[in-house]
């Protein structure tokens, strides 16, 4: 099912593009400005501060969890007669913050749900330079009576990187063959965006995205994107791209591409509402 993404109100808009190294998962931004999106934004709840994602990181549990017996014609019967599994941990408890970011998502065609999520605290990451809580982890499984078990959940990594750690991470599963075209998970694509801390503040955005049979799954694979917030906003490979923060909100993966929605700042890390200076949104799509 198409998706779209409906925006009221007169937009100034800009064009900027940029380019994944092999896929073009991300072809091109289209940028909008408009004053309604600053209510939106500013009483989003976001913190802010990336030094309070610091704190001491919790492991994976990887256990079942049985949900208890109840009649099947009882009003109270859960939907699926099974147990629920605990597929990870997280680094810390700033993995998600604001309720406009979509890390699960159900991909209908291929029947498998997705997870986007930080690297849990016993996660091994590839090469081990890049194990910090900012790597993201794409975990699936298939939502099918016969195989829905811990053991028929898997992960990879998109993301990695020892200096530009991700943050807040949306995402979920793009499917190479629009409609009905594909049920094979092995060709389907895991797609994820964030923003980019140093330590010290908000440095600007990450986008990737990867293969699901891409080997070896605790690697990034070679779909991963910075985009500064400072110039020169764009790189090489995407030579139009521009200024933008956060690519966190509303995450929409379609039969026609992957949106998501950033926002339009003067200064991510100001401390004023007007040092930050809200003036919109950026919205990342790719094309196909």
Request: hydrophobic share 35%; charged share 15%.
């Amino acid at each position: 099912m198409k998706k779209q993404l409906l925006l009221s109100g007169a937009l100034l808009l800009s064009m900027g593009a940029f380019a994944q190294k092999q896929m073009h998962l991300f072809k091109d931004a289209k940028v909008v400005e408009n004053k309604r999106f600053q209510n939106a934004f500013t009483t989003a709840n976001m913190d802010l501060n990336p030094n309070t994602t610091a704190s001491k990181a919790i492991g994976p549990v990887n256990q079942e969890v049985s949900t208890p017996n109840v009649s099947a014609n009882s009003s109270s019967a859960p939907i699926l007669n099974n147990v629920w599994y605990r597929i990870s941990g997280s680094g810390n408890v700033y993995g998600f913050l604001v309720s406009a970011s979509k890390p699960l998502n159900y991909q209908r065609i291929l029947g498998a749900v997705s997870f986007i999520q930080r690297k849990s605290a016993t996660y091994v990451v590839s090469p081990a330079g890049d194990s910090n809580v900012g790597s993201i982890v794409a975990y699936w499984g298939k939502n099918d009576a016969n195989t829905n078990s811990l053991a028929s959940w898997d992960s990879t990594l998109i993301y990695a990187d020892a200096t530009n750690q991700g943050r807040y991470p949306s995402g979920g599963i793009w499917n190479t063959a629009p409609g009905n075209g594909n049920t094979d998970l092995n060709k389907a694509v895991a797609v994820g965006s964030g923003p980019v801390t140093t330590g010290s503040g908000w440095v600007g955005s990450w986008y990737a995205s990867k293969s699901l049979s891409l080997t070896p799954k605790n690697a990034a694979g070679p779909d991963e994107q910075f985009f500064a917030n400072a110039a020169p906003f764009n790189s090489a490979t995407s030579p139009s791209m521009t200024k933008h923060d956060f690519p966190r909100y509303g995450m929409n993966v379609c039969d026609n591409g992957v949106y998501v929605a950033g926002q339009k700042m003067n200064d991510i890390n100001g401390t004023t509402a007007a040092a930050q200076g809200i003036r919109g949104a950026s919205i990342s799509k790719r094309n196909v």
